[in-house]
């Protein structure tokens, strides 16, 4: 080997010895589902050709066969959302920046002719950036940090897209429920109102009695209406949220009634303690404050020296031949560096309180989500125990008085009208208590950490 190029010879060397990052097998996708499936329930995947795009729509197909169940529209939320499948696509970047992190610029290559006089001069020169050796490490560590935050910043959008989908279904199924209450209310003020106009028509009904039953029936007719369009809009939410079109949009059906209430409410130990502990948005936090702290390092390290190249050099003058190596570096004449660093320091301190302000409000969503859960439940409780009992109760006593002609027809259906009106309210209180119960889960970090 020539003299002239052994330095840039011992540089491509260690170079090809450092440079040894590759792509993983998954992507670093692994973690990230196993992070999602733990805290969710349910898996998710990449759909990375048209044979997965296939294989899930086949799996879609069994899915929506039944009535679409709260996990399971969770489960179609997590692998057919195009939204978050793009956002998937996030990880393959992060991971080619890791890669490239590890591999030094191409060496740059120069060959110069010149004749003149009857003579030849030629120069070939081999250079490559040496100080970008010399912070390979460094930076390639600072990318993996960077790759290990971008899988905790994507499993915390797999759960949040979970959970999303979880509170939607609730918003449906409740919304649909509540149409056909809705609907039972209109049905008892039109019979009213029927037989009002009848018993006018006979004498018997006054005008301003009368208008009273048909404005009742009118007002129940609008909520109606509301309902439906209410229904419908949290319908095609969750659609939305679920990624499907065409006719599996309009086909899939919903359950008739939510969830019963528990026997009991959960108990979770410390909600602050496990928010602290498991919620991924805090994990990446944390992540984000060390990218930043090593990312200040290796701005200091390089403060002074931004370009440092090697080359090895090789000329000939006609028949005389000469051979040695050029080092060039920016000369810091006029740009010290003072500012990069302090635009590194400021984004590091801005980080921290990032974190801190994350942290804080992770507590106190855990405070608070834990005891909106527990008045959700004592007040779904309240209406199941207390409130609907009584109404069943006084439609009981109303039934028998009405048998024994000690009341009117329009008291049994006034009657009629309030119990629906109660069990309404129990429907509204029951998808409270569903929507403060996922809410809970999302504000500790997921299901796998409840007690």
Known sequence: ????????????????????ATFSNDGGFGAVAQATKSRSGAETRLLRNDNDRRALDDQLTKLLVEPLGADTAVRIALLNNRGLQARYWDLGIAEAELVQAGRLANPGFSFKRTHGGGEVGIERTLSMNFIQLLTLPLASRIESQRFEQVKLELAGEAVAMAHQARLAWIEAVAAQQGVAYAQQIS????????????????????????????????????????ARKAASASREKLTRILGLSGAEATAYRLPERLPELPAS???????????????????AARLSAGHTASSLGLTRTTRFINVLELGGISERDGERRSHGYEISLEVPLFDWGGARVAHAEATYMQSINLLAAAATNARSEARESYQDYQASYALAKHYRDVVIPLRQKISEETLLRYNGMLLSVFELLADAREQASAVNNTITALKEYWIADANLDAAIGGKGVQQ
């Open 187 to 226: 049905d008892a003020a039109d019979a009213g109102g029927e037989l009002a106009r009848r018993m006018q028509a006979a004498g018997n009904w006054s005008k301003y009695d009368a208008a009273k039953e048909e404005a009742f029936h009118a007002d129940a007719m609008a909520d109606v209406a509301r």
């Open 1 to 20: 080997m020539n003299q002239a190029f052994k330095p840039a010879a011992m540089a491509v060397v260690a170079a090809l010895l450092s440079g040894c």
């Open 265 to 283: 409410p959960r108990k979770v130990d410390d909600a602050e303690a496990a928010a602290m502990r498991d919620r991924l948005d805090l994990q």
